[in-house]
């Protein structure tokens, strides 16, 4: 018998869920056992549930061709088989925390992809390499939920990828007003150019709520838990604009920084190369052996180039140079299906297993 713990995906059919279960293809501790969706592909084998859905580069899994998906509203049938589940459904934001709550109550932890939980006050919102800490508030959670195993945690938003680790590795000169501007890939929004057509060579300067999450998210992640909530950061003021661009995969942040405390370039080039976190020390299994890398030339990072830097859990930085009205500006690239959603929450679950706070049923 295997010893990995088993997993659920809910919402496997989706883009996401397509991601998580090619991630977690030979991993070492995980193993997907069950897929929950929709009632429109319950009961179906799961290759014919996608159909000609299946959007990753590598091929469909064999192992998970004939697993017989589940409803991911058949919540009891569902956790009964698994140790702990990864959420990607698309649903309403009220049906998405209250499914995630039940799941929980059933024991079963949710590491979740989706944006409902992350505002609330006991729900850790985790960059593993940034603030592995935030876990400790699942405790306050479970009194909250009833439960002695079940929580959900979350991680944050794709946009933030790009720029959040790169302040967070500058933390010592005390960066204090960021402006930002991303450039989105279309698979942000679950899409292909197949899917969306009207995005070859075209721009579209809106994607709904994004401005606010890339303000707001990474203060939650630099915050402290206080009195059993997770109390954000109000040191930092970000501004943002979030602009979706013809790339398949890769978000890129161009940002200006004002500081408290005047780096030098070769300091931010420093403490970015030299910036990692609990998931290097754990070499846990699919933590970047150099989370954040500077580029020297002048035309990187480069989504074509480097959107796969340390298979998509790393993040690409160039073109620091100083500003004229800010103090340093620079250029950020991360993959927005592996770092920012799928990859960033099996990373989440791997600490989770580590610190104790997933395993066997
Ligand atoms: N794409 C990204 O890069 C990204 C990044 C961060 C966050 N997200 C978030 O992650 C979630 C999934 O995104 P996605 O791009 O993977 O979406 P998607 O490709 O549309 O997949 C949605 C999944 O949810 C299921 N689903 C839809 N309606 C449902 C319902 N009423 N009841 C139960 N299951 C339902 C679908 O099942 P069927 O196949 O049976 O319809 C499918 O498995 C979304 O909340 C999205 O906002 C996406």
Not at 80 to 107: C, G, L, P, R
Not at 160 to 170: D, E, G, K, M, R
Not at 234 to 250: A, F, M, W, Y
Request: with cysteine.
């Amino acid at each position: 018998m295997s010893e990995k713990l088993k997993v659920g995906i809910l919402g496997g059919t989706g883009m996401v869920g397509q991601r998580f279960i090619s991630l977690l293809e030979n991993h070492p501790w995980f193993e997907v056992t069950t897929i929950a969706a929709s009632p429109r592909s319950a009961g179906q084998r799961y290759e014919d549930a996608v159909g000609g859905r299946w959007k990753m580069d590598t091929p469909m899994p064999a192992a998970v061709k004939d697993i017989i998906v589940k409803n991911v509203n058949e919540v009891e049938e569902v956790a009964k088989e698994v140790d702990f589940v990864f959420s990607a459904v698309d649903m309403s934001k009220d049906e998405i925390k209250a499914i995630e709550e039940a799941y929980a109550k059933t024991e079963t932890p949710v590491v979740s992809n989706n944006s409902a939980h992350r505002w609330t006050p006991d729900v850790p919102m985790v960059v593993p390499e940034i603030n592995p800490q935030h876990m400790e508030v699942i405790e306050f959670q479970k009194k909250r939920l009833g439960t002695k195993r079940g929580f959900v945690a979350v991680k944050p938003n794709c946009s933030i990828q790009s720029y959040a680790p790169v302040l967070t590795a500058w933390k010592e000169f005390e960066p204090y007003e960021v402006v930002v501007t991303t450039y989105q890939a279309i698979s942000g929004a679950g899409k292909t150019f197949k899917d969306w057509p009207e995005m070859e060579g075209n721009i579209i300067p809106f994607i709904s709520g994004e401005e606010e999450k890339s303000e707001k998210e990474p203060l939650r992640i630099w915050g402290k838990i206080e009195n059993g909530v997770i109390v954000p950061a109000d040191d930092v003021k970000i501004t943002s604009q979030c602009i979706r661009v013809p790339v398949l995969n890769g978000h890129t942040a161009a940002v200006f920084v004002k500081f408290k405390k005047q780096p030098t370039k070769q300091q931010l080039i420093d403490a970015i190369n030299n910036f990692s976190g609990v998931p290097q020390e754990l070499k846990l299994p699919s933590a970047p052996k150099q989370f954040i890398r500077y580029m020297e030339e002048d035309n990187r990072p480069q989504v074509a180039l480097d959107v796969d830097y340390e298979n998509g859990m790393g993040v690409s930085v160039g073109r620091i140079r100083e500003d004229s009205i800010y103090d340093w500006k620079f250029v950020g690239l991360s993959h927005n299906t592996v770092r920012g959603a799928a990859g960033g929450a099996v990373l989440c679950a791997e600490l989770l297993k580590a610190q104790g706070y997933i395993s066997a049923k």
